[in-house]
């Protein structure tokens, strides 16, 4: 890799520099997972080998645990699920574990020792580890945590086939505590909802800053680590491994509990942005006071719970109640960048949308990326997929002039986080282009594009958009820290 080197970084062990100038959106490296596996809660829902979402997948007929599109994904991945069939199958005619099949922290130690026993434990030249050099953190992992090691490492055992290379069980667990804090979430086809997890093992050598210059995403079956603005020759690259819309406190403990460090970055060190997200509305020139604004903050923080409670149980009309009795009290006393009032209206716009009631959605959604802007660096990816999701709702309420404008601030910034070959960004430019030509028309003969629209719609009604999740893929570092 010419554009980047793995050097000590004071206070953090191995991380990567450039090696010359990078510009905004270049690709530092991609790489594919040294081996990868399916979320056990969607075995059944998603092809085993590309990782796609497909209504009818077809099953492996030794193991009847694996799933596949057709033949070919089959055949494509014979190489990895070969030796895996033959355990899953062993492993599930045993006693308690009858019809199972392994987890899949199991599945995917399994596929890594395979892998490590028939091709060693680097690649090829553009690997710039090997996984015998990263850190596993087993001894910084909380009694809870290391109970759950020694159950997996018994179940892998059980799993493991007498006839494959045994291992010392130093070395089990070695490889455990490596996917424990380095597995980074496999997205599907479209790169909007996690359906696995993987094992980059170059992607393990980049650190953490809470303001980072690069981002990573998957495409078509690779991350790929890309900048987010001019990198200088020798500066260190990082990714942020847990979202910024979090105040320094909580960032922290999610650093310390799941990365086993202490982040000490200028955002962290300063406090930066904290007043915005947990500040009180200011009404000409006057603030609420802050005990007010404490008050509300820790109501919104209960209704927050009963929302979240509502969303999983998929009673979406009890959301929306839930949104609004919250928002009429967030709104008078809380700042527009709250991180509490922005998540009621990312959550309300985003119900209401599946919900049909498209002109509320859009209200919602152009509040919640307002906020958005003042928060992230500009060329985050959760702004540009908010931005995103913000215009095509205003699309669909026949705003066009606002949702034209924020389709193309978010083709913009995708542009640069996922690249122009992703589904996402090429799904943008052409709704970037429809966007346009319904503009042009619109600004021509405003009454007429309102009655061709109207009628489209009566004859053909608007799809249903996709069902909320509970959780999207707004952290793709399961776990990660060298």
């Known amino acids: 890799m010419d554009s980047i080197e793995v050097f000590d970084s004071p206070g953090k062990g191995r991380g990567l520099?450039?090696?010359?100038?990078?510009?905004?959106?270049?690709?530092?490296?991609?790489?594919?997972?040294?081996?990868?596996?399916?979320?056990?809660?969607?075995?059944?829902?998603?092809?085993?080998?590309?990782?796609?979402?497909?209504?009818?997948?077809?099953?492996?007929?030794?193991?009847?645990?694996?799933?596949?599109?057709?033949?070919?994904?089959?055949?494509?991945?014979?190489?990895?699920?070969?030796?895996?069939?033959?355990?899953?199958?062993?492993?599930?005619?045993?006693?308690?574990?009858?019809?199972?099949?392994?987890?899949?922290?199991?599945?995917?130690?399994?596929?890594?020792?395979?892998?490590?026993?028939?091709?060693?434990?680097?690649?090829?030249?553009?690997?710039?580890?090997?996984?015998?050099?990263?850190?596993?953190?087993?001894?910084?992992?909380?009694?809870?945590?290391?109970?759950?090691?020694?159950?997996?490492?018994?179940?892998?055992?059980?799993?493991?086939?007498?006839?494959s290379k045994q291992h010392r069980v130093d070395d089990i667990s070695h490889i455990f505590g490596v996917i424990n804090c380095n597995g980074f979430t496999v997205s599907d086809q479209r790169g909007l909802n996690a359906v696995g997890v993987g094992l980059f093992p170059n992607l393990c050598l980049v650190n953490h800053d809470c303001w980072p210059n690069c981002t990573v995403i998957l495409n078509h079956g690779k991350i790929e680590l890309r900048a987010l603005g001019k990198i200088e020759l020798g500066e260190e690259v990082t990714v942020s491994y847990v979202d910024f819309l979090n105040v320094t406190e909580d960032r922290q403990r999610q650093l310390k509990m799941h990365y086993f460090f202490d982040c000490t970055c200028e955002h962290c060190k300063g406090h930066i942005k904290d007043d915005l997200k947990m500040g009180g509305k200011e009404v000409d020139g006057v603030k609420v006071p802050e005990e007010q604004v404490k008050e509300v903050t820790e109501y919104s923080l209960q209704m927050l719970q009963k929302m979240d409670k509502a969303r999983m149980e998929g009673n979406y009309h009890e959301v929306i109640k839930i949104c609004r009795e919250c928002m009429e009290k967030q709104e008078p006393v809380l700042a527009d960048t709250h991180i509490y009032q922005l998540r009621m209206w990312s959550t309300a716009s985003e119900v209401l949308a599946y919900l049909q009631f498209i002109d509320e959605a859009a209200d919602y959604a152009r509040k919640m990326v307002d906020g958005y802007n003042k928060l992230y660096h500009p060329c985050n990816a959760h702004l540009g997929m908010a931005t995103m999701r913000a215009g095509v709702t205003h699309w669909q309420a026949g705003k066009i002039e606002v949702g034209h404008g924020m389709i193309c601030k978010a083709y913009a910034i995708l542009q640069r986080t996922h690249g122009p070959t992703h589904p996402i960004t090429k799904d943008l430019e052409a709704m970037r282009m429809q966007t346009e030509m319904e503009l042009r028309m619109f600004r021509e003969n405003e009454y007429i594009y309102k009655s061709m629209r109207e009628a489209a719609l009566k004859n053909q009604p608007m799809s249903m958009m996709n069902e909320p999740m509970a959780e999207s893929v707004k952290n793709l570092f399961r776990r990660q820290k060298k």
């Open 17 to 163: 520099r450039a090696t010359k100038e990078l510009l905004s959106g270049d690709v530092l490296f991609s790489e594919p997972p040294f081996a990868a596996v399916v979320f056990d809660s969607l075995a059944d829902k998603i092809c085993h080998s590309c990782f796609r979402r497909q209504d009818k997948l077809q099953r492996c007929g030794q193991c009847k645990f694996a799933q596949y599109c057709d033949k070919t994904c089959q055949s494509a991945g014979w190489k990895e699920h070969k030796l895996e069939c033959g355990a899953i199958k062993a492993f599930g005619a045993i006693g308690d574990n009858f019809g199972k099949a392994p987890n899949e922290n199991i599945r995917l130690a399994a596929r890594i020792m395979w892998r490590l026993d028939k091709e060693g434990g680097v690649m090829s030249d553009m690997q710039m580890t090997s996984l015998d050099d990263l850190e596993n953190h087993i001894s910084d992992m909380p009694e809870d945590d290391l109970k759950e090691l020694k159950v997996d490492i018994h179940n892998f055992l059980d799993y493991w086939p007498r006839n």
